[in-house]
């Protein structure tokens, strides 16, 4: 089957499985984001965060990506820069090289500074000593402060600040969404060929990455050709901003749900925080089957239990987003309660707690539910959405 064949029918545009060669140049060469040794500067840097504060505005300085994944779809070609663990998971992730023997894939998306390679490091961390068989990648979703001068740099896709956590296309050079880069990951994942031992792919957002991976999660259009396969899939999503709600029901005052009323925000329910207004990638689709969809996929929530900071720098201030709840914490507890409402009957999603975690994803991967959400580890039950909501938090 081609990869345009594997496309739901509603989604044209993505493009057919292409061999793609990831050049390993040495340094001093003009591929501008060559490969680097290892992200153990960034681990070192990122184990000096304390429980229970907001550390979003630190961060390391990034080494050059470990290479590039190539997106070919029917928009166009670009570049990805990605940092790998280890390093020749990229060669495979582009169809080349040594097969790879990995029985779990952990994309990893980073929050709004786009620091891939720190919380690459953070997963890394959170996977402790079971490394044989996992593969970690983090793709960095690029603006165009992230590029160096030169036409090493002519084929990376960019976005405008932020607007690729919305699922929104690249600026350049080629109209490609970000969803269009996730799907094209996954395919490559499941590529027999390349990964033959391969039995699951998590991804996994915190933050800005969270949002993304929330609203993909419901909207992508290539679960179930990955499915076909035999690998199945997970969605972890880490302290998002605002989640993407399928009808005009939002959290009350009061703790329950009601229709919201839009003379207070008539922006409400557009795209990011609901369908109105959708992108090409996401438009003209049944939002009920959608809804059914999603809270019968493998769904985790992390929240950390300090990321209640109603005023952070970085929290969506606008009344979309204060529709959804207060801070962070408790725009994730009221989402969760929103599916247990809509969906009694299918829902099978989880969450968890980071207890003392601020707005950090180090504190929020490496704690107990983390380390069981990402790789199933022992040390945290995660609770099902279909039960008790976490503990309300003012």
């Known amino acids: 089957m081609s990869r345009l064949q594997a496309r739901a029918p509603h989604a044209p545009r993505i493009a057919v499985l292409a061999a793609a060669v990831l050049s390993m140049c040495a340094a001093g060469t003009a591929w501008a984001d060559g490969p680097v ?4 500067q960034v681990a070192a840097a990122s184990r000096g965060k304390k429980p229970g504060k907001d550390t979003e505005a630190a961060s390391a300085p990034a080494p050059a990506p470990t290479g590039r994944f190539v997106v ?5 070609v670009g570049d990805m820069p990605v940092y790998a663990w280890p390093a020749q ?4 992730l582009n169809h080349s090289g040594i097969p790879s023997t990995a029985t779990r894939a952990v994309i990893v998306v980073h929050g709004i500074r786009r620091n891939a390679a720190e919380e690459l490091a ?4 959170a996977m402790g000593k079971d490394r044989d068989n996992v593969i970690l990648i983090a793709p960095r979703f690029s603006e165009p402060a992230d590029l160096s001068s030169g036409g090493s740099s002519d084929r990376v896709l960019t976005w405008r600040k932020g607007n690729w956590s919305d699922g929104e296309p690249a600026t350049g050079p080629a109209a490609i969404s970000s969803f269009d880069v996730l799907d094209e990951m996954l395919m490559a994942l499941s590529d027999r060929a390349q990964f033959p031992a391969l039995r699951q792919i998590v991804v996994a957002g915190f933050s800005a990455g ?5 609203r993909y999660a419901a909207v992508g259009s290539v679960f179930a050709a990955v499915e076909r ?5 997970r969605w972890v999503v880490g ?3 605002s989640l993407l709600y399928f009808d005009d029901i939002r959290p009350t005052a009061r703790g329950g749900f009601a229709p919201f009323r839009a003379a207070a925000c008539p922006a409400f329910n557009q795209w990011k925080y609901g369908f109105e207004q959708a992108p090409d990638y996401a438009a003209n689709r049944n939002v009920q089957w959608l809804a059914s969809d999603y809270a019968q996929r493998d769904v985790v929530y992390l929240l950390g239990g300090n990321d209640t900071n109603a005023l952070h720098p970085a929290l969506d201030k606008s009344c979309e987003g204060e529709a959804q709840g207060v801070h962070r914490y408790a725009r994730l507890r009221n989402f969760i309660g929103y599916m247990k409402a809509r969906e009694p009957q299918r829902l099978v999603h989880r969450w968890g707690v980071a207890p003392g975690a601020g707005h950090s994803a180090g504190q929020v991967y490496t704690s107990a539910c983390g380390k069981a959400a990402l790789f199933d580890s022992p040390g945290c039950t995660l609770n099902a959405a279909s039960g008790a909501l ?4 003012p």
């Open 37 to 40: 040794d290892s992200i153990k």
């Open 72 to 76: 070919r779809t029917t928009a166009g």
């Open 89 to 92: 998971a990229v060669d495979a």
């Open 122 to 125: 953070d997963v890394q961390r």
């Open 210 to 214: 969270g949002q993304l991976v929330q």
């Open 229 to 233: 396969t035999g690998v199945i899939l």
């Open 239 to 241: 302290d998002p901003g």
């Open 390 to 393: 976490p503990a309300m938090i």
